[in-house]
């Protein structure tokens, strides 16, 4: 049986955990700052040692654990690269992306979970027991289809925050919106995004969307006069030129 521990106890730990179980994996340590420390990680215990922390703390995790011990070492995340780990102190390492969410509350259907992977060819079946939906990436492309995921995710996440407010400004309710921000999905999962744009800047439309500009906070104008502006150079060149 795959013996595997956690540093990290947060949303991708937690799903990990859940699914490798129901693969019959055994979870031996799980170390985090909130229960035990890092330092009292015993890798021996283990083949496989998953870092699921925060991207930005990878590397001092690394630096900070006492030794690799005989276990395959593993990341989770998107933007961190491969070369994160130092060849002389981990011997074997990799990396296992979920191109996913990952929420403590929610189960993950893994079925449509593409897992990334790099590394020693031991990271390749750990992603099969996980997902059906595996490929290799190196750390370049790895990092920008993080990076793309971020932009279609958190970003598009951060837009529909502000529809919120300006609708909770008015007195509207924002479930009114949400017919049409499910029709917008459903079309960028049917085509391309660039051809189901819609809305005044694919026309063209600069006396709607000036309008807009006047009518919206100054915090939320500025935003919406951006992205207005990268559209319609992108959609009217002949017409953004200098």
Sequence with gaps: ???VSFIGSGNVATRFAARLRQAGVEIVQICSRSGEPVSSLEPDR???VIVATA???IAEVLDSVPSAG??????T???VGIDVFDPEKFPRYGVLYPLQTMLKEREADWSTVPMLVEGDPQVLEIARMMSTSVARLDSASRRRLHAAAVIGCNMVMYLWSLSERICNDAGLDFDMLKPLLR???ERAMQMSPSDAM???AKRGDLKTING????LPPEIAEVYSFLSDKMLAALHPANTEN
């Design 183 to 185: 029709l917008t999905l």
């Design 77 to 79: 995340a998107g933007s």
């Design 212 to 215: 807009h500009i006047a009518a």
């Design 198 to 200: 819609t809305g005044p």
């Design 1 to 3: 049986m795959l013996k």
């Design 70 to 75: 005989s276990a395959l070492w593993v990341h």
């Design 46 to 48: 283990a083949d496989l």
């Design 55 to 57: 991207d930005d703390a």
